[in-house]
């Protein structure tokens, strides 16, 4: 499932569209597809790891891959899209994810203080939002999108390695200081994720993630699929704790 960062690539790659008229718009997404052509691309922005082009008169298709989603700038696949828009000057194609139409403002929609990537990211209320779910382990909570928009599962493995906290751990049993450290490192870690990436050299950057040894103590690293998210994830026994509420 491709991450924030990767989403932020979508949005800046994509970026030549703004300002452009859709010309034509078809593929096998359940959407109106008659409402697109003739609406002029007002901004292209990504909330975590949703992809948004905002049109005129307070329309937005809004794009999320899901784990399988990709896409294609000026060409195409000899598949389906699931959405094809064209432009006077090229076209964009998405396949295998799911694609909506929003109505009204964005900003009515979003709050963008919680996309971990944005300006307006806020720390603190990342914080706050984590206090209110004690009983939350940590390896679900860097994946509630309402925490924390774009962080994947990548992300969270790196992060909690870094910061040396058991993927298991409870969120109530952080000391103010460690939960500090993990709200810090999931809105780092997404940056340097964003620079590895566009450089082609993020995985040669992964610590734990898809790895079989821990950098720390040359040991086997723990492999499991955790928490209410069941996604897989690698950690350390010895260096990463165990946080509980005893």
Request: net charge positive.
């Amino acid at each position: 499932m491709p991450e924030g960062p990767s989403i932020v690539i979508l949005r800046e790659e994509a970026a030549a569209f703004a300002g452009r008229t859709i010309l034509h718009a078809k593929g096998n997404a359940k959407i109106d597809m008659q409402r697109l052509p003739g609406r002029r691309v007002l901004a292209l922005r990504s909330f975590g790891k949703q992809f948004l082009i905002e049109l005129s008169n307070d329309l937005t298709v809004r794009v999320h891959l899901l784990m399988f989603g990709s896409y294609r700038i000026n060409e195409g696949w000899d598949i389906a899209p699931r959405l094809n828009l064209v432009f006077d000057e090229g076209e964009l194609n998405f396949y295998n994810g799911s694609v909506r139409l929003l109505e009204g403002s964005l900003d009515a929609l979003y709050d963008w203080r919680s996309d971990v990537m944005s300006d307006h990211w806020d720390p603190k209320l990342a914080r706050a939002k984590l206090r209110k779910m004690p009983h939350a382990l940590v390896c679900d909570a860097l994946l509630d999108q309402t925490v924390f928009a774009g962080v994947g599962n990548i992300i969270k493995n790196e992060v909690l390695f870094r910061i040396r906290v058991h993927p298991l751990s409870k969120v109530g049993a952080l000391s103010p200081y460690k939960l500090r450290e993990l709200v810090q490192q999931a809105h780092v870690y997404t940056f340097e994720f964003l620079a590895w990436k566009k450089a082609h050299v993020l995985a040669k950057h992964w610590l734990v993630h898809n790895r079989g040894r821990c950098p720390r103590h040359d040991i086997p690293l723990q492999r499991a699929y955790l928490g209410k998210t069941h996604r897989r994830s690698f950690f350390c026994l010895h260096c990463q704790k165990l946080y509980t509420e005893d």
